[in-house]
């Protein structure tokens, strides 16, 4: 038991300082007020689409891509935006709520937070089968957030069905994850090797993304944010940190998933809400400050509930 209680505390303890560290130094005003919004855009738009094609250009497809973990995801992904839609519209009445607490509860932060915690668990092999299933969740999270939050949209705000699968396309060609992971597969399929001066290029920007972005989402940590709609926020974060992971983790290990496939699993779906749900609900007329509060509470709560599931499931002997 000590055992597996050191091995969570090495997973979880560098996350949670980093985080911390964020904090303090918005605090001593080391970091400036629009730090984050600085850092999420450098981070979402050059680092992490740089980490995915690192991965995915230097991946083994024959040993990195596994196929039942990606049917998985592909199957369980929209499964838990149904099943959370349906909840939510029979518990809430208020469609910007709706819209925004269905978000919030659906769509993980997987790359941001999770990746680091795969790399703490189970190394670069862990990384590289997350980087290939990471196209498949990236569409899925951005393509359903667009559709819950265009449905549950303020009427003033609702477009029509023509213009929201344009927006939703672009969304999707246009998502710089998703044109990193495209970019790398050339690379991995023909197994060519980027030169020398590009190859640590790459490696600089993709170093840089996990201390950074972990910082920076400790900069948004606000207490005063929580004022107002708190019972919508504690829910929807009980579900994205609690609820769905349990759920999803259980019928994973019942179906057969063991060791960084099911962990992977547990990251993918007990991850924090997605730093971008609060831009999206914002731009598209959701009830953005419920976003926000939820995002926040799901990045300080999933430190801990990640730590215990990581117990639990190392302690089964299912890691």
Do not use: W
């Amino acid at each position: 038991m000590l055992e597996n209680f050191i091995y969570s505390v090495n997973v979880i303890l560098p996350i949670f300082i980093l985080v911390s560290l964020g904090v303090i130094l918005k605090r001593l005003k080391v970091i400036p007020e629009n730090f984050s919004d600085a850092v999420d855009k450098l981070i979402f738009k050059l680092g992490l689409p740089a980490m995915l094609f690192k991965e995915v250009a230097g991946s083994n497809i024959s040993e990195a891509l596994n196929v039942k973990l990606a049917i998985f995801a592909a199957v369980s992904v929209p499964l838990m935006f149904a099943v959370t839609t349906a909840v939510i519209c029979f518990a809430v009445k208020d469609n910007g709520k709706r819209g925004a607490m269905i978000q919030g509860i659906c769509r993980s932060n997987f790359a941001i937070l999770g990746l680091p915690l795969i790399d703490n668990m189970f190394g670069n092999a862990g990384v590289q089968e997350a980087a290939l299933i990471m196209p498949i969740t990236i569409i899925l999270y951005n393509t359903l957030s667009v559709v819950v939050l265009t449905v549950f949209a303020p009427k003033e705000n609702q477009l029509p069905l023509k213009q929201t699968l344009k927006k939703i396309l672009k969304n999707i060609v246009t998502n710089p994850l998703i044109i990193g992971v495209v970019l790398g597969l050339p690379f991995m399929f023909l197994h060519i090797e980027l030169p020398l001066i590009a190859d640590k290029t790459v490696n600089y920007l993709s170093n840089l993304v996990t201390p950074i972005a972990l910082i920076s989402l400790g900069s948004t940590v606000k207490l005063k944010s929580f004022e107002g709609r708190v019972r919508c926020a504690v829910l929807s974060a009980c579900g994205r940190t609690i609820f769905v992971p349990a759920v999803m983790v259980t019928i994973a290990a019942l179906i057969g998933f063991r060791g960084s496939p099911l962990g992977t699993i547990l990251i993918l779906f007990g991850a924090p809400t997605a730093v971008s749900s609060y831009i999206m609900a914002k731009n598209m007329g959701s009830d953005h400050e419920l976003a926000g509060q939820i995002l926040l509470l799901t990045t300080m709560m999933c430190l801990f509930t990640i730590f215990v599931f990581i117990f639990i499931l190392k302690s089964l002997a299912l890691l």
